[in-house]
């Protein structure tokens, strides 16, 4: 029996699942929507709120200039732990500098995923994920 399982295991181990999300993730922040399985896109969901969560929390603060060193250790404190899933400087400074403040007066649902048709070659369900009220970033 599977009671308290979550997630779906997606013929990987657990190392290259977390590889696999972070990449995701750190794509979707960068480029605003990607195309990917669709039990990938409602795997992903979790991983984007959870960081976007991070950059909510502090956008008031980021903005800000001068700090005191509870506010600076909080904002420190987000950073980390949204580096743990994001992999580059640029997923980084957009999560904090424009997707965080966007989202600021959401209350949750930051991801949206939208079937879009089937893969060719091995008919795969696939689906688009994108960040709620932002533009894609025109490549």
């Known amino acids: 029996m599977r009671h308290g399982n979550s997630g779906r295991k997606l013929s990987r181990t657990a190392a290259h699942r977390d590889a696999l999300y972070a990449n995701l993730v750190t794509a979707l922040f960068t480029h605003g929507r990607i195309e990917t ?31 005191s060193a509870a506010e600076r250790s909080k904002v ?47 008919a795969a369900s696939m689906a688009y994920v994108e960040l709620v009220g932002l533009e894609p970033a025109q490549a």
């Open 37 to 67: 399985t669709e039990a990938k896109a409602k795997e992903l969901r979790k991983f984007a709120d959870a960081a976007i969560r991070w950059g909510v929390e502090v956008a008031d603060l980021v903005k800000k200039d001068k700090l």
């Open 76 to 122: 420190v404190h987000a950073k980390r732990m949204a580096r743990k899933v994001l992999k580059t400087g640029v997923a980084m400074d957009r999560l904090f500098g424009e997707i965080g403040p966007a989202m600021k007066a959401r209350k949750g649902g930051y991801t949206r995923v939208l079937k879009t048709r089937f893969r060719a070659g091995d």
